[in-house]
C-alpha cells in the first residue's frame, strides 16, 4: 500500500462544474497537506496546502483535511478548461521536511 | 516574484558519465529538496538541505551526492549514470522545514 493514495482518474467534468479530488494517507504523525497541479513534462505547481483540520478556501480551490480519517481533499468550483492537468496530493513526513505524493489524479475539463 | 532557478533544463550525457544539476532557491529560502520523476511517475524525494546541513534523506543511490552551499544554492552531482537515471529532476525550496515548497522548473536528464 502507498503512503498516499490517490485515483488515477481520468476524472472528467463539464466546464463550469466542480471537480472533487480525494486522497488518503497512512501515516497518523503526517502534519502538513499539500496540492500540486501539474502539467505534462512541467513542474508541479502549488495550489493549496493545509495543516489544520477542516476547510480551507482560496479563490475557487478549497482544500479540506480530516486527520481522523486521514483524508483530504480538493475542490475545484467553476472548472475551466485551463484546469485540465494532473493533481498531486503530497504529505509532509518524516519531522515534516519530505514531501510523499501520491501518484495523482489526472483531471480533464470538457468543453 | 523570483522562483527557484535550475540548471541546465535539459543534459543528455552517457552510461558510465558525471552529471552535476544545479539549484538557485528562492530568495530567503533556507531549505532545498532534490527529487526525482520517471516518466508516468509522482516525484520521488532524493535528499534535502536546512541551512546547508543535510536534514533528510530519501532514495538517493549511493553514486549520487549532494550539497547546499554558503550562499544557498545546492548541487546535485550523479556519477556512473545509467540508463535508469534517465527522468525529470527537480529542486524545490522552501522558507524553513514543514513549508510549502516551491519547485523549479527541472532538469531533463538523458542517458543514451
Known amino acids: 500500500q502507498k503512503e498516499v493514495e490517490q485515483n488515477s482518474g481520468p476524472l472528467s467534468v463539464p466546464e463550469g462544474a466542480i471537480a472533487s479530488l480525494n486522497c488518503t494517507y497512512s501515516?497518523?504523525?503526517?502534519?502538513?497537506f499539500f496540492w500540486y497541479r501539474q502539467y505534462s513534462g512541467k513542474s508541479p505547481e502549488l495550489i493549496m496546502f493545509i495543516y489544520s483540520n477542516g476547510d480551507k478556501e482560496d479563490g475557487r480551490f478549497t482544500a479540506q483535511l480530516n486527520k481522523a480519517s486521514q483524508y483530504v481533499s480538493l475542490l475545484i468550483r467553476d472548472s475551466q478548461p485551463s484546469d485540465s492537468a494532473t493533481y498531486l496530493c503530497a504529505v509532509s513526513t518524516g519531522g515534516g521536511n519530505k514531501l510523499t505524493f501520491g501518484t495523482g489524479t489526472q483531471l480533464k475539463v470538457e468543453l | 516574484a523570483a522562483g527557484v532557478i535550475q540548471s541546465p533544463r535539459h543534459l543528455i550525457k552517457e552510461k558510465r558519465e558525471t552529471a552535476t544539476l544545479k539549484c538557485y532557491p528562492i530568495?530567503?529560502?533556507?531549505?532545498v529538496y532534490w527529487y526525482q520523476q520517471g516518466p508516468g511517475q509522482d516525484p520521488q524525494f532524493l535528499i534535502s538541505f536546512y541551512e546547508k546541513m543535510q536534514s533528510d534523506k530519501g532514495s538517493i543511490p549511493d553514486r549520487f551526492s549532494a550539497q547546499q552551499f554558503s550562499d544557498y544554492h545546492s548541487e546535485l552531482n550523479m556519477s556512473s549514470l545509467e540508463l535508469g537515471d534517465s527522468a525529470l529532476y527537480f529542486c524545490?525550496?522552501?522558507?524553513?522545514?514543514?513549508?510549502?515548497?516551491?519547485f523549479g522548473d527541472g532538469t531533463r536528464l538523458s542517458i543514451l
Open positions: 530568495p530567503r529560502h533556507d531549505t
Open positions: 524545490a525550496s522552501s522558507l524553513g522545514l514543514n513549508q510549502p515548497q516551491h
Open positions: 501515516d497518523r504523525g503526517s502534519q502538513s
